[in-house]
Each structure stands twice: as C-alpha cells, then as structure tokens.
C-alpha cells in the first residue's frame, strides 16, 4: 500500500510564507510526475504547480513567479515553497503523484489528504 502525506499547512498573513511536503510511502518502485493541488470553498480543484522526474515544472498563472515546486525523488518527497501569500490562496492543498508500485505493470495516481493553508488579510 502506498500513500502521501502533506504537511506545513497553517495559519499565515497575507505576504508570509510557507512549505508545504509531501512524502510518499510504501513499496514504491519510481514516481513519474507530481503535482500540488488545492481546492479553496465552493470552488473546485485546481493545479497548482506540477514537476517531471526529470524536473520539468508548470505553474498555474496565478502563483507564477510566487511559488516553486521541486522534489527529491532519492526522498520521494515533494515541496511546495509559498512566498507573497495572498488571501485567495486560502485553501486545501493536495499533493498527486502517478507512480508504479513494485511489482506492478501500470502507474497509477495517488492523491495525499490535503493540508489547509489559510493566509489572512
């Protein structure tokens, strides 16, 4: 069984930072790409920013030039670095990963159970 867990959410003001991890788990033979996430109140899920195992990385307009995703893969962790946070940043955030299980053929994806990020004004 394999699994990711988020962590470094919490309570900020607008301006602040945070870094959100994200470790995977289990009998993990390699992970292909990963991905943050996050879901703010009545509004649905959104990419954030995502990366290759070769390291190739895509932002979403608005966190562009804000946020930079990186990951160690001998760690199989994934980071979030969150700078100039914005109210509407507020929201759940998911780390995703698409990865082959040891012993098996096809990648699947998994998703982590979100940790809360909330930026105050």
């Known amino acids: 069984q394999v699994q990711l867990v988020e962590s470094g959410g919490g309570l900020v003001q607008a301006g602040g930072s945070l870094r959100l991890s994200c470790a995977a788990s289990?009998?993990?033979?390699?992970?292909?790409?990963m991905g943050w996430y996050r879901q703010a109140p009545g509004k649905q899920r959104e990419l954030v920013a995502g990366?290759?195992?070769?390291?190739?990385?895509n932002y979403a307009g608005s966190v562009k030039g804000r946020f930079t995703i990186s990951r160690d893969n001998a760690k199989n962790t994934l980071y979030l670095q969150m700078y100039s946070l914005k109210p509407e940043d507020t929201a759940v955030y998911y780390c995703?990963?698409?990865?082959?299980?040891?012993?098996?053929?096809?990648?699947?994806?998994?998703w982590g159970q979100g940790t809360l990020v909330t930026v105050s004004s």
């Open positions: 990366i290759t195992n070769g390291g190739s990385t």
């Open positions: 995703n990963a698409d990865l082959l299980v040891a012993g098996d053929i096809r990648y699947i994806e998994v």
């Open positions: 289990g009998s993990i033979f390699s992970i292909n790409y």
